[in-house]
């Protein structure tokens, strides 16, 4: 079972790492971008390899807040999944160049764009949904922690999500979401470091909101006057 959580956490840990670099698209070239594409497709399957019993169980049990929460989530990545990997395909110029795919670039290209950008968004709320379990399955989190500890962990998170809706804004990922523009903008003379800084603070941000989210349904689930 410790080796089966070990494995998990590397492929959690691969995919977020992956997920970082592909946001940073022409930053690090095309042919990387493409490579990193599908090697993040490969982790996404294994992923749910991984979990498979959540998904056979799917159809099982009462749903309750929280589950209608993280499973309405994981469907919706699935999409973005999807979407982005089938946009790939239509605008691949090396890894699925072999393919006998022609025309719908155009398409390709927006559906690339949107699925990429709202499967980002989505994969660091689900990742905020589970960051409890996640944090305890990685570092045993201590039962009753100082309380002195717990406010400094909460004062990073407002300052990290605070930064991150300043850089979510900055760097015009609402008009990527809502497709109020066809294409995306690079500076190519920020420090590349700069770059994931702003975006790690964006996936935190998302992560904020899908830990209070979460701990929002799980309240939800409580009895009154308890």
Request: net charge positive.
């Amino acid at each position: 079972m410790r080796k089966k959580a070990a494995v998990q956490m590397a492929v959690d840990a691969a995919m977020t790492v992956l997920l970082m670099l592909l946001m940073a698209f022409e930053l690090i070239g095309r042919t990387a971008h493409e490579w990193l594409g599908a090697g993040m497709f490969v982790l996404f399957i294994i992923h749910h390899i991984l979990n498979r019993k959540w998904s056979k169980n799917l159809l099982r049990g009462k749903y309750t807040p929280f589950r209608v929460l993280q499973t309405a989530l994981v469907l919706l990545v699935l999409l973005a999944m999807l979407g982005s990997a089938a946009g790939a395909v239509l605008i691949s110029r090396r890894v699925f160049a072999f393919l006998p795919v022609s025309g719908g670039r155009g398409l390709g290209r927006t559906l690339h764009m949107l699925s990429s950008y709202w499967g980002f968004v989505l994969l660091a709320l689900h990742l905020g949904v589970h960051w409890n379990s996640m944090l305890a399955r990685a570092g045993r989190l201590c039962r009753g922690g100082s309380r002195l500890r717990g406010i400094l962990l909460r004062v990073a998170g407002v300052c990290v999500a605070v930064y991150g809706a300043y850089a979510f804004v900055g760097r015009g990922l609402p008009s990527y979401l809502f497709l109020q523009t066809q294409f995306v903008f690079f500076n190519f003379d920020e420090p590349l470091a700069l770059f994931f800084v702003d975006y790690l603070a964006i996936m935190g941000l998302f992560v904020w909101i899908g830990h209070y989210l979460a701990k929002a349904a799980r309240r939800l689930e409580k009895p009154a006057g308890r």
